[in-house]
């Protein structure tokens, strides 16, 4: 599963900014941060009719 940053985070010496693909976190490191509200599951996209064409 992705998460994707809403704030900057720095893991494991490494800063993502905001909207970046979050990598190489635990489960608990990632809830953590989603209570904390610096991160958010990434949302796959639906297809849609053009895709579909």
């Known amino acids: 599963m992705g998460y994707i940053a809403k704030e900057k985070v720095l893991h494991s010496g490494r800063q993502f900014e905001i909207g970046e693909e979050v990598l190489g976190l635990k489960k608990e490191e990632a809830e ?3 209570e904390l509200k610096a991160i958010e599951e990434e ?7 053009d895709d579909q064409a």
């Open 32 to 34: 953590r941060l989603i």
């Open 43 to 49: 949302k796959k996209a639906a297809k849609t009719k």
